[in-house]
Nanobody, 115 residues
Framework: QVQLVESGGGLVQPGGSLRLSCAAS????????MGWYRQPPGKQRELVAT???????VYADSVKGRFTISRDNAKNTVYLQMNSLKPEDTAVYYC?????????WGQGTQVTVSS
């Protein structure tokens, strides 16, 4: 398993941008499917975006065209660039790593979009 630590959350005005980072410790980071999930207040956790080892990506419809997931295997880090943020993007954002039967989660980082 890998250990994951998210950073980059905070308070931002509608229309603003944030970049989340997730640093992974452990071996074979490049072989993991990495993902970002979020849990809005009072709601269930939902998928935001994933990136597989070959770099292919998948996005939730609600963030397509606004969010970009990327990875730097040399730094064992996955990023989520969030642009044109909306109040409904407010949530705790979690990093996820999956490979075979191994699943790891970070502790989460709060993103609040409010004027």
């Amino acid at each position: 398993q890998v250990q994951l630590v998210e950073s980059g959350g905070g308070l931002v005005q509608p229309g603003g941008s944030l970049r989340l980072s997730c640093a992974a410790s452990g071996r074979s980071f490049s072989l993991y499917t990495m993902g970002w999930y979020r849990q809005p207040p009072g709601k269930q956790r939902e998928l935001v975006a994933t990136i597989i080892p070959n770099g292919s990506t998948v996005y939730a419809d609600s963030v397509k065209g606004r969010f970009t997931i990327s990875r730097d295997n040399a730094k064992n880090t996955v990023y989520l660039q969030m642009n044109s943020l909306k109040p409904e993007d407010t949530a705790v954002y979690y990093c996820n790593a999956r490979r075979l039967a191994s699943v790891s989660w970070g502790q989460g980082t709060q993103v609040t979009v409010s004027s």
